[in-house]
T-cell receptor
Framework: DAGVTQSPTHLIKTRGQQVTLRCSPK?????VSWYQQALGQGPQFIFQ???????QRGNFPDRFSGHQFPNYSSELNVNALLLGDSALYLC????????????FGQGTRLTVV | LAKTTQPISMDSYEGQEVNITCSHN???????ITWYQQFPSQGPRFIIQ???TKVTNEVASLFIPADRKSSTLSLPRVSLSDTAVYYC????????????FGAGTRLTVKP
């Protein structure tokens, strides 16, 4: 059973460009959350998707958007990239209800130059 | 969501027991305490979760006093591979809401 998979693993973009990151949740999980982790800091919650809708959102600008597909996979889009967007982007999947933990992927390392 | 406070870093030696304490003074009645472990360039990994008293699994133990304003993660007989950042989180039991990670505790295990 594959866990949470993210692609690509590494990415270099130029300031002002747009980027799309992808996440496949653990088999059966219906909820996907995205986090941004800057170097030396803990992960910061961006948003969560359930039933193809954004369910919760953290303190991130509208440049950050997402999507969830019928198969529960998800995308994170970031527009007008800034140097400060350089970070490890983590995807976590879980069940919306039930006593279970969240599983994280390995992350996508985004570097904005 | 309750805020947590942990030591920034800790050092230990192989074979020792390590205890990392987390303060969460404004924990809510229905909040659980969850600990995650993170290695460099990897996503966090669930270690243990508890509500009160003591919880033990194959990896660690979690001690929670009666007032629940703090908790202690205990790692028995650590090895070099336990060197990682450990995060204490307070929130719902099934992590279906945004998880608020602090800076975590960077544990370094020395030979």
């Amino acid at each position: 059973d594959a866990g949470v998979t993210q692609s690509p693993t590494h990415l270099i973009k130029t300031r002002g460009q747009q980027v799309t990151l992808r996440c496949s949740p653990k088999s059966g999980h219906d909820t996907v959350s995205w986090y941004q982790q800057a170097l030396g800091q803990g992960p910061q919650f961006i948003f969560q998707y359930y039933e193809e809708e954004e369910r919760q959102r953290g303190n991130f600008p509208d440049r950050f958007s997402g999507h969830q597909f019928p198969n529960y996979s998800s995308e994170l889009n970031v527009n007008a990239l800034l140097l400060g967007d350089s970070a490890l982007y983590l995807c976590a999947s879980s069940f919306l209800t039930g006593d279970t933990e969240a599983f994280f992927g390995q992350g996508t390392r985004l570097t904005v130059v | 969501l309750a805020k947590t406070t942990q030591p920034i870093s800790m050092d230990s030696y192989e074979g020792q027991e390590v205890n990392i304490t987390c303060s969460h003074n404004n924990i809510a009645t229905n909040d659980y305490i969850t600990w995650y472990q993170q290695f460099p360039s990897q996503g966090p990994r669930f270690i243990i979760q508890g509500y009160k008293t003591k919880v033990t699994n194959e990896v660690a133990s979690l001690f929670i006093p009666a007032d629940r304003k703090s908790s202690t993660l205990s790692l028995p007989r650590v090895s070099l591979s336990d060197t990682a950042v450990y995060y204490c989180l307070v929130g719902g039991p099934n992590n279906n809401n945004d998880m608020r990670f602090g800076a975590g505790t960077r544990l370094t295990v020395k030979p």
